[in-house]
């Protein structure tokens, strides 16, 4: 098994975390919102 050069592990490492970011930024926001609506 040959591991592939860092650039793209690097790449890898890059686009896992942009879909984590896209699947719970909704998610992030809509709880920042329900909490901004309670403190006010």
Known sequence: MEIGPLS?????IA???????ALFLPVYDKKRE??????T
């Open 8 to 12: 793209e592990w690097v790449t890898a």
């Open 15 to 21: 686009e896992i975390a942009a879909v984590c970011v």
């Open 34 to 39: 329900k909490r901004k609506e309670l403190v």
